[in-house]
Nanobody, 123 residues
Framework: QVHLAESGGGLVQAGGSLRVSCAAS????????MGWFRQAPGKEREFVAA???????NYANSVKGRFTISRDNVENTVYLQMNSLKPEDTAVYYC?????????????????WGQGTQVTVSS
């Protein structure tokens, strides 16, 4: 089994920056691609960004140019650097991991999920 633990969420003003992290433990060697999703109140969980084991990236159009996903394969950690934050970025951010290599945006393709970390952007 794989355990994912997010950290780094919080409250930030619009235009500010925040970095969230996700550390994988357990059978982390089985993980290939990792991703971030988010869920705002009353909305579906949506794709934010994903990264393959070889660091190919994939972004939602709504965050492209503002967010950067990266990973440290030695530490089994994935990061999401969020810049130029907007109030509409407010959500619970979830880390996800899958046993296949493609950095897909499909929620159903991910095998493991973290508990989520709250990101709140004030206007």
């Amino acid at each position: 089994q794989v355990h994912l633990a997010e950290s780094g969420g919080g409250l930030v003003q619009a235009g500010g920056s925040l970095r969230v992290s996700c550390a994988a433990s357990g059978r982390a060697f089985t993980i290939y691609a990792m991703g971030w999703f988010r869920q705002a109140p009353g909305k579906e969980r949506e794709f934010v960004a994903a990264i393959s084991h070889s660091s190919n990236t994939n972004y939602a159009n709504s965050v492209k140019g503002r967010f950067t996903i990266s990973r440290d394969n030695v530490e089994n950690t994935v990061y999401l650097q969020m810049n130029s934050l907007k109030p509409e970025d407010t959500a619970v951010y979830y880390c996800a991991a899958r046993r296949l290599p493609a950095a897909t945006s499909s929620r159903d393709a991910y095998d493991y999920w973290g508990q989520g970390t709250q990101v709140t952007v004030s206007s």
